[in-house]
C-alpha cells in the first residue's frame, strides 16, 4: 500500500505547483488561460500579504497532487470558510485516497480554525469529481449562479470607484 504524506507548500516547490496547475488546466481544457508566472505565485503565495496556502500531496515520498486555497467570510454565519480553488491528484495517483486526504486535511483545518464551511466549484462535465465529491457528502448549491468580472470588464468597472 501506498503512503500518503501531505504538507504545506515551500517557496521552492513553485515550479512543482505551476506544472500541478498546469495539468489540471490541461485536464479542465483550459491550458490558455494560464498566464501565471514563479514570480507572481511566490509573492502572492510567501510574500508579505500571502493570498493562499497549497498543501502538496505525496504518495511514496513523489508529489502528484495539491490543494490551493483561501478564506472567505459568511456574513450569514459570522464566521470565515476555506474555499478550495483547485484541487489536481495526477492520473497516476487516482483511487488512491489522496484526493480525500486533502480535503480531509483541508476540513480539519476549517474546523481547527473555526470555519463555518469549506466550499469549492467543480465544472458541470466532470463526472468523476462530481461522483468523488457526492461520496464525500459534499452537496451542490444549485440555487446560486456563479459570476465573474476580469479583463477589460473588470477594469471598466473600476474606473468607476471614488
Same mark, same amino acid.
Given at each position: ?29 483550459? &491550458? ?15 510574500? &508579505? ?11 511514496? *515520498? ?15 454565519? +459570522?464566521?470565515? +470558510? ?12 487516482? *483511487?488512491? *485516497? ?17 470555519? +463555518? ?13 462530481? *461522483? ?29 470607484? +471614488?
Amino acid at each position: 500500500m501506498s503512503r500518503i504524506q501531505l504538507r504545506p507548500a515551500q517557496r521552492d516547490d513553485i515550479p512543482l505547483i505551476l506544472g500541478l496547475i498546469r495539468e489540471l488546466a490541461e485536464y479542465e481544457k483550459l &491550458s490558455e488561460h494560464v498566464v501565471a508566472d514563479a514570480a507572481q505565485m511566490a509573492e502572492h503565495l510567501f510574500g &508579505s500579504r500571502p493570498f493562499a496556502e497549497v498543501l502538496i500531496g505525496e504518495l511514496d *515520498g513523489e508529489p502528484v497532487g495539491f490543494a490551493l486555497f483561501f478564506h472567505n467570510y459568511s456574513t450569514f454565519l +459570522g464566521k470565515p +470558510g476555506i474555499y478550495l480553488e483547485d484541487l489536481y491528484v495526477r492520473s497516476s495517483a487516482r *483511487g488512491t *485516497g489522496l484526493g480525500k486526504a486533502l480535503l480531509a486535511e483541508l476540513a480539519h483545518l476549517a474546523v481547527s480554525r473555526g470555519c +463555518g464551511r469549506l466550499e469549492w466549484a467543480v465544472l458541470d462535465w466532470n463526472e468523476p469529481a462530481l *461522483g468523488f465529491y457526492h461520496s464525500l457528502g459534499a452537496r451542490p448549491q444549485d440555487d446560486w449562479t456563479g459570476y465573474r468580472l476580469s479583463g477589460a470588464a473588470l477594469s471598466e468597472l473600476a474606473q468607476h470607484a +471614488g
